[in-house]
């Protein structure tokens, strides 16, 4: 049921979609207490994993910008080469 709160379009402009910098959620109350978001919880029983998450999200999203703008390696670029030891 809880998650069904967060799919109400007349809180949320898109609830079907996935959307990390909503803008109907206010980035400095997103994981607090005062959220309207209720997927980590309100007031006092606010998810401990909710900085966590955040932080996840916050990652993996720039791992992902900066791996689309640069070219990757050829592996064999990472592997020593073997030498001959006399």
């Given at each position: 049921m ?9 809180v949320?402009e898109?609830?079907d ?6 803008p109907d ?19 006092i ?8 998450a ?8 720039t ?20 030498s001959?030891?006399?």
């Amino acid at each position: 049921m809880i998650g069904a709160t967060n799919c109400d379009s007349n809180v949320f402009e898109s609830p079907d979609k996935f959307n990390v910098y909503c803008p109907d959620i206010d980035i400095k109350k997103a994981f607090s207490g005062t959220a309207r978001h209720l997927a980590f919880g309100l007031s006092i029983y606010n998810c401990v994993g909710a900085a966590f998450a955040k932080l996840k999200i916050e990652i993996d999203s720039t791992i992902k910008d900066n791996i689309s703008r640069k070219k990757l390696r050829d592996i064999k670029d990472f592997v020593k080469k073997t030498s001959k030891m006399n």
